[in-house]
């Protein structure tokens, strides 16, 4: 059940025509959210278009319309480089900035929040909140309860994304090849049948920006910097969820079973765990859902309190748009925005 709001707000969403923007709209209708107008901003060539909004047709503005309408908060899923010319305006208009892009996550002046996990870090003075990487979110959703109670050393975890999280593009990539269609390439090679292990570019170190995105960004958010994580991200051909097999090297001993509860009573998490009915999670069943499921979770006997799992969650929605509404919900719980 989610919170009845008293007080409705103008609510801009930036980047509103692309994957993420358009979830974005649906959840905060979904969620109903107290919007008293909705506000979609793209860029200057989508300006002057429309969409619907609860079978509204509403104009498209661009980012300094938006700014002049004066919204109490503001969701950003419009890249990078939007977020850095644009957020700081927005703030600085007083407007509560919540950013989906990799643009301010690791700036040392901008909370990286998954509400579940370090909702309470949030204060008025944060004007631009970050949205975490989709992959990150899902993990620390799963890390913070184990963490909290045996201590968690090292994460070694191997990422297996859908086309969703690259976007339009990719998506349309995948349903050519099946297809046999030519068409447009959102990646180097085909993607259907086929597994890429690169997302996004390489750095000097050989890991990919994505790879450091979740090893930086699992330690400021669990507020933890003696966690070490490694990580592998490879694009495959799903859509519904990004899955993920994770490592985990805990400095206290533990039991399954303590495991198993912890997680089932941690929010936001399904544990799905019984290998002898063959249940375990799929990105297939977790589409359009807000959980982060759970399985495979069974002893690493190579090492010392250490246990393996499996994790997959809707990347639009938990890995993205619903874990910014919900910053945004608990903004307005916390009286923090109005």
Not at 30 to 35: G, L, T, W
Not at 252 to 260: A, E, G, I, Y
Request: proline share 5%; net charge neutral.
């Amino acid at each position: 059940m989610h919170l009845q709001y008293v007080s409705h707000m103008k609510v801009a969403v930036v980047g509103a025509t692309g994957l993420v923007g358009t979830k974005m709209i649906e959840l905060l209708i979904e969620r109903n959210f107290p919007v008293s107008t909705l506000i979609p901003v793209a860029s200057e060539r989508s300006a002057g278009k429309t969409l619907y909004y609860k079978s509204e047709e509403i104009t498209i503005c661009t980012p300094q319309q938006a700014i002049d309408a004066k919204p109490a908060l503001a969701l950003f899923s419009a890249g990078g480089s939007t977020s850095l010319q644009w957020a700081p305006a927005f703030a600085a208009a007083g407007i509560t900035v919540i950013d989906n892009s990799s643009a301010w996550r690791m700036d040392p002046e901008k909370k990286l929040v998954v509400p579940e996990v370090n909702g309470h870090v949030l204060t008025a003075e944060d004007k631009i909140i970050a949205n975490p990487n989709c992959s990150t979110i899902q993990m620390v959703l799963v890390l913070k309860p184990i963490h909290d109670a045996f201590q968690i050393r090292r994460v070694v975890v191997s990422t297996y994304q859908s086309v969703t999280g690259t976007g339009v593009k990719a998506v349309q990539q995948l349903m050519n090849e099946r297809h046999n269609l030519a068409g447009e390439m959102a990646y180097k090679y085909p993607i259907d049948l086929n597994a890429i292990p690169q997302i996004d570019s390489f750095l000097e170190n050989g890991y990919t920006k994505e790879e450091m995105k979740m090893m930086k960004e699992t330690c400021k958010i669990m507020q933890d910097d003696s966690i070490k994580v490694t990580a592998t991200c490879v694009r495959i051909p799903t859509m519904g969820g990004h899955s993920e097999s994770v490592n985990i090297e805990c400095a206290s001993p533990f039991t399954l079973q303590s495991v198993r509860q912890l997680l089932s009573n941690a929010p936001g998490i399904v544990v799905q765990d019984d290998t002898d009915n063959c249940v375990y999670p799929m990105p297939l069943y977790s589409k359009d859902k807000d959980e982060t499921f759970v399985g495979r979770i069974r002893l690493d006997d190579t090492r010392p309190n250490t246990f393996n799992c499996w994790i997959v969650s809707d990347n639009l929605r938990k890995g993205a748009a619903t874990n910014a509404i919900q910053i945004a919900e608990l903004l307005l719980k916390k009286g923090l925005i109005q």
